[in-house]
C-alpha cells in the first residue's frame, strides 16, 4: 500500500513558514542543498529542475503524487507556475481556489482524508504530503512517515507544521542526518 509521507521544514519552534507564508529565513547552505535533492529528486519543482543539473523529465524515485494546501501552491502561481511538480499528479485542497486551469493539476474542495484513502488504495509510488499546516493537521491519522528538515533558527510566530485539534501521535525516529549549518533532516515512522 502506498504511504503518505510529510517532508517539510520547521523552525525550532515549530514553524513551517512566517505569517506571511516566508521561508526564506532558513540557513541554507551547498552542502545540504546538493544531498537532499540527490536523496529526493523528486520534491524538485519541475521549473527549478535544470537549475540543480536534473532534466526536467528525469524520473521518480518514490513519490508519483503531491498533495498541498492552497498556501504552499499560491506562491508558484503568483510567478506563473500553474504545475510546480509536472512529474507527479498534483492535487490542491482548498475550499477557496476554483477549478485550475493546469490539466496537470486538480483542485479539490472536499474531504482531504477521503482523498488520501482513495489514493492509498491505488496502485502507484507513494505520496508527498508537501504542506501546509492545516493540511498536516487534518491529515494525521493518515500520516505514515514524516521526513523533518529542522533548522536552528526560531521563527517567533508563523504558520505551524501542524494545526488542528489536539491529537497527541507517536512517530519513532529512525534515521537522523546533521549538517555543517545546524540543520538535520529526521525520518519519522509511525509508531
Known amino acids: 500500500m502506498r504511504k503518505l509521507v510529510y517532508y517539510v521544514a520547521v523552525s525550532l519552534d515549530g514553524y513551517i513558514a512566517g505569517p506571511a507564508g516566508e521561508f526564506d529565513f532558513y540557513p541554507l547552505d551547498a552542502e545540504m542543498m546538493t544531498w537532499i535533492n540527490e536523496r529526493y529528486p523528486d520534491f524538485v ?24 494546501g492552497r498556501a504552499s501552491y499560491e506562491p508558484g502561481l503568483s510567478e506563473g507556475v500553474t504545475s510546480p511538480y509536472a512529474q507527479m499528479r498534483q492535487y490542491v485542497i482548498s475550499s477557496t481556489l476554483g477549478p485550475s486551469d493546469d490539466p496537470k493539476v486538480e483542485v479539490v474542495a472536499g474531504d482531504p482524508v477521503g482523498l488520501v484513502r482513495r489514493l492509498k488504495a491505488e ?63 529526521t525520518w519519522f515512522s509511525r509508531a
Request: proline content about 7%; overall charge negative.
Open 45 to 68: 519543482p519541475s521549473h527549478l529542475r535544470h537549475h540543480v543539473g536534473m532534466a526536467v523529465d528525469e524520473p521518480n524515485q518514490r513519490f508519483d503524487t503531491v498533495l498541498m
Open 123 to 185: 496502485p502507484g509510488g507513494d505520496i508527498w504530503l508537501c504542506g501546509g499546516g492545516k493540511l498536516a493537521g487534518a491529515l494525521l491519522d493518515e500520516l505514515d512517515e514524516m521526513i523533518v528538515k529542522s533548522y536552528p533558527v526560531v521563527a517567533g510566530g508563523g504558520i505551524s507544521a501542524f494545526s488542528g485539534a489536539f491529537n497527541p501521535t507517536l512517530f519513532t525516529p529512525t534515521e537522523r542526518r546533521e549538517f555543517g549549518n545546524g540543520a538535520q533532516v
